[in-house]
């Protein structure tokens, strides 16, 4: 079974920076596609980024509104992929969920909740 948990999350003011993690048990994440998305209130549950593997390597991809201020990246020795988020605005303020797929299963871990301050 696998699980995904999320940490890192909290409360920031604008022009800040926050890391996020997504602790992967239960396989390795080795050549599993993980990304981040967030959910504010009252908005459908949107995109962030996500690292996934095609071929012989790692690709990022991001979401406009998010690109050039973020990146996500992996370690596979912990088992853990990380979203590193920069430049903080107050529309960034959601919950940050990470998902993860192995192209038969897709997996969501519990949230982490990010609050930007103006």
């Known amino acids: 079974q696998v699980q995904l948990v999320e940490s890192g999350g909290g409360l920031v003011q604008a022009g800040g920076s926050l890391r996020l993690s997504c602790a992967v048990s239960?396989?390795?994440?080795?050549?599993?596609?993980v990304g981040w998305y967030r959910q504010a209130p009252g908005k459908e549950r949107e995109f962030v980024a996500d690292i996934n593997w095609r071929i012989y390597s790692y690709y990022a991809t991001y979401a406009d509104s998010v690109r050039g201020r973020s990146t996500i990246f992996r370690d596979d020795a912990k088992n853990t992929v990380y979203l590193q988020m920069a430049k903080l605005k107050p529309e960034d303020t959601a919950i940050y969920y990470c998902?993860?797929?192995?192209?038969?299963?897709?997996?969501w871990g519990q949230g982490t909740q990010v609050t930007v301050s103006s």
């Open positions: 239960g396989r390795s994440i080795s050549r599993l596609d």
């Open positions: 998902n993860a797929d192995n192209g038969g299963d897709n997996y």
